[in-house]
């Protein structure tokens, strides 16, 4: 173990770095902020390559095993420096960014599989990944136009869910499509017009569902190739629902408790 004291140090300013997704992308690993996310990190089949932590946070580290890892206690200055929220807990992580399976080879016999087309919030995003950890999914899959996974948003809002099922980024709605069609699987979109309400429909075994953003929806080609279009009813006066609320209701709604 070392200890780092100043904000000039080289190594803190390229964890301070990771805050771009430039940096993540050019070093292939992300920073991890929190007790908890921490500890499914090193529970999980994650590589960590360095952990950072205050004085008050070294037993927790110690009480994880992580002693063997390369790690440094910091000054609660430093800890501010790399993170991203403005009162960090005072233990973080870098990650390595686990390269994920191809699209084309995952297959599941039963349940929901989650897409999000145009989510640009983080925080909905990290949201919504971690609903669907606690629902049951299969596997959640970004389209290009979503929101980072890596973003710091997007990480702490999933509470350490990104360890726990696969999560597909960066695909686009061809592959989408085209992996639907190759694996036989019923493609279902949310939208309003000519949609079924949500409750009143059979669920096959196997669904992929397709969210789309509260301001633009779901990709038009995508809801016309669609082998069903559903909505949740909405009795009230508000116009529409939270994206991370919906898609809530949608997954707990879903196949896994059918």
């Avoid at 599989?113 to 990290?126: A, I, K, M, Q, T």
């Avoid at 389209?143 to 695909?171: I, Q």
Wanted: hydrophobic share 45%.
């Amino acid at each position: 173990m070392r200890e780092i004291t100043s904000v000039q140090n080289a190594l803190v300013k390229k964890i301070a770095e990771l805050k771009l997704k430039k940096f993540r992308q050019e070093t292939g690993t992300f920073f991890l902020e929190g007790k908890r996310a921490v500890e499914e990190a090193v529970h999980a089949d994650w590589e960590i390559e360095k952990v950072f932590f205050t004085v008050p946070y070294k037993k927790v580290w110690t009480q994880l095993g992580g002693d063997g890892l390369d790690s440094y206690q910091v000054t609660e200055a430093v800890m501010a420096k790399m993170s991203s929220t403005e009162n960090p807990q005072g233990i973080g992580a870098v990650v390595k960014i686990k390269q994920q399976p191809a699209l084309t080879d995952f297959s599941w016999k039963q349940g929901l599989v989650l897409v999000l087309d145009g989510v640009r919030d983080p925080g909905n995003v990290g949201t919504i990944i971690r609903t669907a950890d606690a629902a049951g999914a299969k596997a959640v899959i970004l389209l290009s136009e979503t929101a980072e996974l890596f973003n710091p948003k997007v990480v702490r809002s999933t509470m350490g869910s990104l360890f726990h099922l696969p999560v597909f980024t960066d695909v686009t709605k061809d592959e989408l499509l085209n992996w639907c069609k190759a694996k036989q699987l019923p493609l279902w979109v949310t939208c309003l017009e000519g949609s079924e309400n949500l409750f009143k429909v059979s669920w096959p075994e196997r669904t992929v569902l397709v969210m789309g953003s509260e301001a633009q929806g779901a990709n038009p080609e995508l809801i016309a190739k669609a082998d069903k279009k559903v909505r949740l009813p909405m009795e009230g006066k508000a116009e529409s629902l939270n994206v991370a609320v919906a898609a809530g209701i949608c997954l707990f709604a879903g196949p896994s408790f059918r």
